[in-house]
C-alpha cells in the first residue's frame, strides 16, 4: 500500500497510524504565468472594485466554520477602531449568515462580498496583501497562489510551514489575544513597497530563487508544488 498526503499536516490526519517515512508528500503544483502579476489588470479591477487608494485586504474561501470568518469580524472592528483607511474583499459562496453578523456590527462599509469567481487570479492583482485565518487546512492552495502573484500572506498558526514560499509569510494565533498582532502586521505589509513581479519569481528560475535549500531538499516534490509541474 501507498501512502500519499499533500502535507505533513494532512499526512498526520489521514494516517495517523502510519510512520512519517512511509508517506509520500506530493505538493499541488500550480500555473505561475496565469498569477503573473499585471499592474495593468490590478488598477482595472480595483477600479470595477471602486476601491483607491483603501488597503485591500483580501480572502479566497466559502463560508463555514474551517475559514474562521468570524476572525474577520474582530479584524475589522480593530481597523475601525484604529481608523486604518482599508476593506475586505472576501470571494466565496454562502455569505449570507457572515452578511448579517456584519451588518448588525455596523461594518458594512469595510467589506466587499464578490460570490464565485472564475478570475480570482484577477482579484489577486488587486489585493494588497492575503489573510487566511482558517481553523486547520491540509495544503491551502489558495495561499500558494496569492504568494505566486506577489501578495504578501498571514496565515494562521494551525496552517502547516509548507505552505511558505516567499519571504513575505507571516503565522500568527487565531484567539482573541492575537486580533492586534493581525492587525499590527496588516499595517506592516500596507507600508511596504513592495515590486510585486520580482516576488514571484519566474518557473524554475523563480522557484530556486524563493528557497534554494529547500528546492535541493525536496527536489522534484517542491517543483510540482510551486511551478505547477506534473
Given at each position: 500500500t501507498d501512502y500519499v498526503a499533500c502535507s505533513d499536516i494532512a499526512a498526520e490526519w489521514m494516517f495517523p497510524n502510519i510512520a512519517a517515512?512511509?508517506?509520500t508528500l506530493i505538493q499541488n503544483g500550480i500555473d505561475l504565468q496565469k498569477f503573473r502579476f499585471s499592474q495593468t489588470v490590478r488598477e482595472m479591477v480595483r477600479k470595477q472594485l471602486q476601491i483607491s487608494d483603501e488597503l485591500l485586504i483580501g480572502h479566497v474561501g466559502r463560508f463555514c466554520y474551517q475559514k474562521n470568518h468570524d476572525f474577520f469580524l474582530e479584524i475589522l472592528k480593530q481597523i475601525r477602531e484604529r481608523g486604518l483607511h482599508a476593506k475586505l474583499l472576501l470571494v466565496g459562496p454562502n455569505e449570507k449568515a457572515f452578511r448579517e453578523k456584519v451588518h448588525a456590527c455596523g461594518l458594512d462599509s469595510y467589506v466587499i462580498y464578490y460570490g464565485v469567481s472564475k478570475k480570482v487570479h484577477e482579484l489577486f492583482m488587486a489585493m494588497d496583501l492575503f489573510a487566511l485565518p482558517s481553523h486547520f487546512e491540509g495544503l491551502p492552495i489558495v495561499g500558494v497562489e496569492a504568494q505566486a502573484s506577489g501578495l504578501p500572506v498571514i496565515f494562521s498558526d494551525t496552517i502547516t510551514r509548507e505552505a511558505k514560499i516567499t519571504q513575505a509569510?507571516?503565522?500568527?494565533?487565531i484567539d482573541a489575544r492575537d486580533v492586534s498582532k493581525w492587525l499590527d502586521t496588516i499595517i506592516h505589509y500596507g507600508k511596504e513597497k513592495?515590486?510585486?513581479?520580482?516576488?514571484?519569481g519566474d518557473h524554475r528560475a523563480g522557484c530556486q530563487s524563493v528557497y534554494p535549500d529547500r528546492y535541493d531538499r525536496t527536489g522534484r516534490f517542491f517543483e510540482a508544488f510551486a511551478c505547477g509541474i506534473k
Open positions: 517515512k512511509e508517506i509569510v507571516s503565522y500568527l494565533g513592495r515590486d510585486r513581479s520580482e516576488d514571484r
